[in-house]
């Protein structure tokens, strides 16, 4: 990790990591970047990107339960509610009985009015306004460990099972005719996310953190020629806007998480034009 500062103090050469929560801010990055990197090669896939913009949006609700119900850990209601979101959500979707992108807009439109409607109640909900677009700056040690563990939880999962995932995301009939679970898999998948996407949201912001899951993986698809460069582009891209994105806000004196969404689309429009896909 010592490394890693030198290299970055050489390319700005000030203070900035210094801090202690610069530090722990860019340890965080270090964890969240190549795990959202990761989760969006199979989401970019399954065509989930919709799926996760509206888990990100339903923590709204899942807060103003927690509120209702006097939790006093609202972390807990909005990750126990996104769980149950997500597993309803993807049991419909699975139905097909109309079209994927239309249901989960639906519940994703449904859900934030909710949660806006009843953390509004008395003009309070300016106290829950730092959620839309985060702070990674304020992030403590204890949830650095946290992070770590979910790290590690996600690439145990990702071992074995992603050839499984892959599968189903090619063709769910052949996935079948192999003995996979699909329905277990597919539920396994979605509950990730949503814990993934809640546990982050403190940092990332309800409303960008989708497109720090998409923006990476899009952008890799764009170049790679097989699954393994598919996956490593998408976390390079994705640690690399991280980064960047963590040390031009504070020399900007911008928010984090919009900051490492600009970069992140600057490569994807990079990208695009790589590939020829524009033209």
Known sequence: MNEIYEILE??????????????????????????????????????LAFFSEALGHSALTGIAIGVILGIFDTNLSMIIFAIIFALFLNKIRRKKAIATDTIISVFSSFSSAIGLVILSRGGNFSKYSSLLV??????????????????????????????????????????????????LIDNIFVILIAFIVMFSIKWVGILIINALLILPAASSRNLASNMREYHLFSVLISLFSGILGLILSYYNNTATGPTIVIIASIFFFITLGISGKVK
């Not at 999962?157 to 699909?182: D, P, Q, Y």
């Open 10 to 47: 050489n390319i700005f050469p000030y203070t900035w990591i210094e801090y202690d929560f610069m530090k722990n801010a860019l340890i965080a990055v270090l964890i969240i970047t190549p795990l959202f990197g990761i989760l969006g090669t199979m989401i970019v896939n399954n065509r």
């Open 134 to 183: 985060g702070d990674i700056l304020s992030i403590t040690n204890l949830e650095i460990l946290y992070l770590v563990i979910i790290f590690i939880v996600t690439l145990t999962f990702w071992c074995l099972c992603f050839n499984k995932l892959h599968a189903i995301s090619v063709n769910e009939a052949l996935a079948r005719s192999k003995n996979i679970h699909v329905n």
